[in-house]
């Protein structure tokens, strides 16, 4: 397990940047944390870890945001699922099986669906308004 304090944003973007580097295509990267907690932000310097320059945005009203590369980078909001049908049509299965590199927002919505070699973060608010605490397991 690994424990990062994070004092801002970039910070958060620098961490996940170098956690990247250590990840390969087929991985599932599970991003825990309330509203507001840097879950984007994280898969933003994330892709930046990977070589990948695509703009990076909450997949909020998406669902899934497709970034490419090489491995391919896909981002998932889990938010809305509620059933395993609404998870099999997000398609997160396929990207799984295609040996993407997936970051899945409101990964608690989906646990039971997760794969046993998951990396697990989780974002929660520090001391300060902008400080994080990210806990990473499965690296």
């Known amino acids: 397990m690994t424990v990062f304090h994070s004092k801002s944003a970039a910070d958060t973007e620098g961490f996940a940047a170098e956690l990247a580097k250590k990840i390969t295509g087929g991985t599932v ?7 507001g907690m840097g879950k984007t932000a994280f898969t933003r310097g994330f892709a930046k870890g990977l070589g990948n320059e695509s ?10 945001n ?8 896909v981002h998932f909001d889990m938010y809305k699922v509620e059933s395993w049908d609404d998870l ?3 398609g997160f299965f396929d990207y799984y099986d295609m ?4 970051c899945t927002e409101w990964s608690e919505n989906i646990e039971n669906a997760l794969p046993e070699n998951t990396v697990r973060v989780r974002i929660e608010k ?5 400080e994080r605490t990210i806990t990473v397991e499965g690296v």
Request: no cysteine.
């Open 29 to 35: 990267v599970a991003l825990y944390g309330g509203l």
């Open 55 to 64: 703009y990076v945005s909450s997949p909020t009203f998406a669902l899934v």
């Open 66 to 73: 497709d970034y490419g590369g090489s491995p391919q980078l």
């Open 88 to 90: 099999y049509s997000s």
């Open 99 to 102: 040996g993407a590199v997936i």
């Open 126 to 130: 520090g001391e300060k308004e902008n």
